[in-house]
């Protein structure tokens, strides 16, 4: 699993990561938390916290890759929030619509 996080790590950094010294992959800072997250969980230092094997690594990329939620990390909710508008963008702006025209409406009979 070491091997398959540091071979994701360079795909990304383009740097081999020194694991001899100790160091972690780095990564660059423009890369997404939740890849990130993934890369750090295969490359833990303590074999019981990385995947189990590479089917679970697999699936949370695959998971990365379709905007849904990767295990390896714990999402805030304004990441959330924006995770799940991106891939319900027409049915959020149909609501806000639906809302806006609302509001105007109790405008207009108040006024």
Do not use: N, W
Not at 6 to 26: M, N, Q, S, T
Not at 52 to 57: K, P
Not at 78 to 95: D, Q, W, Y
């Amino acid at each position: 699993m070491y091997a398959l996080g540091c071979v994701l790590a360079f795909l990304l950094a383009l740097e081999h990561p020194d694991a001899e010294r100790g160091r972690p992959p780095a990564l660059p800072d423009s890369s997404p938390r939740p890849l990130a997250a993934i890369v750090r969980k295969a490359t833990e230092a303590d074999p019981a916290l990385r995947y189990q094997d590479a089917g679970a690594l697999a699936a949370d990329v695959a998971r990365f890759q379709a905007a849904e939620r990767v295990a390896a990390y714990r999402e805030g909710t304004f990441e959330r929030i924006a995770r799940l508008s991106s891939r319900h963008r027409v049915a959020i702006l149909l609501v806000l619509g639906y809302l806006a025209m609302r509001l105007v409406l109790l405008a207009l009979r108040k006024s």
